[in-house]
């Protein structure tokens, strides 16, 4: 990225004052501190954030690097940690969840409340049989049920798997057979965008496939009351089976290694893993996350919007917001339902103060809200927010500007959150009192994680030069291997290509050459070579999203015999598709100059193509593989069992 225009936007006063990480000289003795000494740095915040059953005495263990361990001789339990002990703080009548359906009923449920729920779903997991290290997968919508049996898992030391509940029969048995799992939770359907979509069918479509013999028990929530059918001896509705469960149940104290859960990945990228997280590490991270960088007050009103089914449901609406002790919206539809100022509305009916949010899902919001001034953000009163987030793709500059000029009011600070699944919480993050903001740049690595940019035998390279990402230490909330396959972990993860001693994010980078923040460039594997120049594909996508005839855009390479590689374009236009070959030739030739000027003629895509949408993965991210293959006219092979939209792939042919 070229930086002659860099500007940085400053928090204000008030927000530094008030900020747990308060200004950049705090931040940098935070990293200070690390620097000097990295366990204890760690160590310190677990003994501090953590309620342990059993203290450690052991911070790191890298005898079996790179299989780390983090405080291993301790022993603790998640659920404890987000229920009880609030309870036991006098937390017990404060509003942990404010759940508005589909539909947009409200229900709001207390720490005491929710504690004596999850307490009768563990009860009911152990009356089953589950007991400690057996796998549950859960396949449940978006509803307080599916957040009560992820922590009563968390409360039986039984890992969960949560598949989300878009994801096809395939998917959902190709999951289950991967976990071996003892036990399916599911419900009878769901509710999106004011209809009921079956899920229990699905369900039963995926054992039909064969290889879920594993499961003994399916529990299923009754939540739209469609037609269901039963298997006798295994399936049990979950009021059924929670009927005469006691509200209390003890805790199963766990090592703090002991695997909290599996998650597969969206697959952008291929086959699906499955992440396996820790228990003590993982809460580590999510807790301390939540106050530095959402700064998460008592008096907040925290929503993220994710799904349970990606880790960012899992870090930032099951876990770490309840180990905070914060109130929290959970939110079951869709942000274009009823229409698209539902995102606007709830915020100003729930006076949430933090949001955080995916750019897809804002890109689609300014798209809508540019040709309807109902459901501009601008028609509701967001006073009540005080910060914003984002994560999930790189956020386009021009998407930041409106999402800070337009939600946040120019008045609170974008934390734009690098991290992934594997990483369990945030890495390259903005802290919102303390870090000078610019649009498209999730700035600086969190306290104590040790990132760099460096090239392809893992030497540094120096700001200004784009390269790979890596973590150079490990740290508490990582990967602990992928399930079944700890080859595939080291291969993938810790390649012999840096000695085996770094952790490779699989994204591409680069440092500015003055401040040293870091802009993701897209994954390694999106790095274009046009004629020896090497771009990054989202430097691309932001040009042509910079351009006010674009909604939305991804950049792909294709071989080309001059240029080596040639840039290929697929757009998405905020008005219609055009389907005129003459006004798809004047588009073309717009954009095309567009970028020429934006960046350089060596930019200009040699082909753009025009669709209604983009393909995507069921958590909204573009498939750039797809793409690809698109772009080099092959036939589609691949595995597109995770694509939100497969029609589109018609319209991008060319
Ligand atoms: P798969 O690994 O199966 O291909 P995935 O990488 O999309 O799927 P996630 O773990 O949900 O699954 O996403 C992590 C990735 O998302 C990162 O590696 C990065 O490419 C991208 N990403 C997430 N947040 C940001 C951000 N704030 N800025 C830039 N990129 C981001
Ligand atoms: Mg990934």
């Not at 289950?176 to 209809?195: C, E, P």
């Not at 700035?443 to 460096?454: E, M, R, S």
Request: proline content about 6%.
């Amino acid at each position: 990225m070229s930086n002659e225009s860099v500007q940085l936007i400053y928090p204000s006063d008030e927000i530094v004052k008030n900020a747990a990480v308060s200004g950049m000289d705090a931040y940098r003795a935070l990293c200070a501190e690390a620097e000097a000494d990295y366990e204890g740095f760690w160590a310190k915040r677990a003994r501090e954030f953590i309620t342990w059953k059993t203290p450690f005495t052991q911070t790191l263990d890298e005898s079996n690097a790179p299989f780390f361990k983090w405080f291993a001789d301790g022993k603790l339990n998640v659920s404890y940690n987000c229920l009880d002990r609030n309870v036991e703080a006098g937390l017990g009548d404060k509003v942990a969840i404010i759940f508005e359906a589909d539909n947009g009923e409200v229900t709001k449920v207390t720490y005491k409340e929710l504690l004596a729920k999850v307490c009768k779903m563990a009860n009911l997991l152990r009356s089953k049989g589950v007991k400690k290290g057996d796998r549950v997968v859960i396949y449940l919508p978006m509803t307080i049920e599916g957040i009560v049996a992820m922590q009563a898992c968390a409360r039986i030391g039984a890992p969960h798997s949560i598949v989300f509940g878009g994801f096809s029969a395939q998917s959902l048995r190709d999951r289950i057979n991967d976990a071996g799992a003892v036990m399916l939770i599911t419900s009878d359907g769901q509710f999106r965008g004011g209809k009921a979509i079956p899920l229990k069918p699905i369900a039963d479509e995926a054992f039909s496939m064969g290889g879920c013999e594993s499961v003994k028990n399916v529990i299923v929530f009754k939540r739209t009351g469609g037609d269901v059918n039963m298997v006798a001896g295994r399936d049990e509705w979950l009021h059924d089976g929670l009927a005469n469960q006691p509200e209390t149940c003890e805790p199963e104290w766990v090592e703090a290694e002991h695997p909290l859960f599996l998650l597969y990945t969206s697959g952008s990228t291929g086959k699906p893993k499955g992440v396996q997280h820790s228990t003590g590490g993982y809460l580590l991270h999510a807790i301390m996350t939540m106050k530095w960088t959402f700064d998460i007050k008592p008096t907040d009103t925290f929503w993220c919007t994710a799904d349970i089914g990606w880790v960012t449901g899992h870090t930032y609406i099951t876990y770490g917001p309840l180990a905070c002790g914060a109130t929290e919206i959970v939110f079951e539809g869709v942000p274009t339902y009823p229409d698209a100022g539902r995102f606007w509305k709830m915020i100003q009916d729930h006076k949430a103060t933090i949001f955080y949010t995916a750019p897809t899902a804002i890109r689609s919001l300014i798209k809508a809200a540019d040709s309807n001034a109902a459901v501009h953000p601008k028609s509701y009163d967001l006073s009540s927010l005080r910060i914003l987030g984002s994560v999930g793709e790189p956020i386009n500059p021009a998407a930041w500007q409106w999402y800070y000029d337009n939600v946040g009011g120019g008045r609170c600070p974008i934390v734009d959150t690098f991290w992934q699944t594997e990483t369990g919480g945030h890495m390259i993050t903005p802290l919102p009192g303390a870090t000078p903001l610019v649009p498209g740049s999730c700035t600086l690595p969190f306290p104590g994680i040790q990132f760099a940019v460096v090239d392809e035998t893992g030497a540094d390279l120096p700001w200004g030069q784009g390269g790979i990402l890596v973590c150079k230490k490990p740290w508490p909330s990582m990967i602990r291997t992928i399930w079944g396959d700890p080859d595939r972990f080291v291969k993938s993860y810790y390649p012999a290509d840096f000695q085996g001693k770094y952790y490779l994010a699989g994204d591409g980078a680069i440092r500015d050459a003055d401040t040293g923040y870091f802009t993701i460039t897209g994954r390694i594997d999106d790095v274009l070579n046009v004629s020896g120049h090497r771009m990054g594909t989202m430097e691309i996508e932001s040009a042509l999203v910079a351009n006010p005839l674009v909604a939305e855009a991804a950049v792909v390479g294709r071989p080309d015999d001059l240029t080596g590689e040639a840039i290929v374009a697929f757009v998405v236009l905020k008005g219609a598709r055009p389907t005129d070959p003459e006004a798809a030739k004047k588009i073309i030739k717009e954009l095309s100059d567009w970028v020429g000027k934006e960046i350089g003629p060596i930019a200009k895509p040699k082909d753009i193509r025009f669709g209604d949408n983009l393909p995507k993965t069921r958590s909204g991210k573009i498939m750039r593989r797809l793409l690809r293959g698109l772009a080099k006219g092959e036939e589609l092979t691949q595995d597109t069992s995770t694509l939100e939209n497969p029609a589109i792939l018609e319209q991008l042919k060319g």
